[in-house]
């Protein structure tokens, strides 16, 4: 499997535009792509969609840690937070934080390990899900920013990693060895 990582803000982030087809070439050749994600569902679903993931129903599990089972909705809410619980957490059954993933494999089926998406993400907690994969003679290659310093851990637990410096913010600048924040705020002059 071939594991990638990436900081919220999926809002802003685009892919690159050759994203979709080296996914789709990796799955070609039997190698499984799977998308770790920091942000919540709504965002990390929207975010797998432009990248090319399946992110329907049963196609993504959130590694937050929760008491799902005692978790309700009011009856008469219309909401999409309302929808959205009904449809991928009472019908879905997928095990939700990563606590529940090893008996979730050993009582009903390996559905947690052929999701390509994972939301609402900690690093422990994807250390521990490639932990989980490797458990089950999963090989984990882990492609990452090397500027996420929380990254560091996780290319360790991994078989082998990557570390690629990402396309930067425009408000980002990188001068010498360091990268520089900076805002970019219009100027008046009053004469």
Not at 115 to 144: D, H, R, W, Y
Request: aromatic content about 10%.
């Amino acid at each position: 499997a071939v594991v990638s990582t990436q900081s919220g803000h999926y809002g802003r982030v685009q892919p690159k535009h050759d994203i979709v087809s080296t996914i789709e070439s990796l799955v070609s050749a039997n190698i499984r792509f799977v998308h770790f994600s920091y942000d919540n569902e709504l965002r990390s679903r929207a975010f797998g969609t432009k990248l090319g993931l399946e992110t329907g129903w049963n196609c993504h599990i959130s590694l937050a840690e929760g008491d799902f089972d005692n978790f309700s909705v009011d009856s008469d809410s219309n909401s999409a937070e309302a929808e959205n619980f009904h449809f991928y957490y009472c019908k879905a059954r997928l095990p939700q934080g990563i606590k529940n993933i090893r008996p979730h494999l050993e009582n009903v089926d390996n559905v947690p390990l052929l999701v390509p998406l994972f939301t609402s993400c900690t690093p422990a907690a994807i250390k521990e899900m490639i932990c989980i994969m490797q458990e089950n003679q999963e090989l984990v290659c882990c492609i990452g920013s090397s500027l996420q310093i929380n990254n560091f851990g996780i290319f360790l637990q991994a078989d082998s990693s990557l570390g690629m410096i990402p396309h930067l913010p425009q408000n980002c600048l990188i001068s010498g060895n360091k990268i520089v924040l900076f805002q970019v705020t219009k100027l008046s002059y009053f004469r």
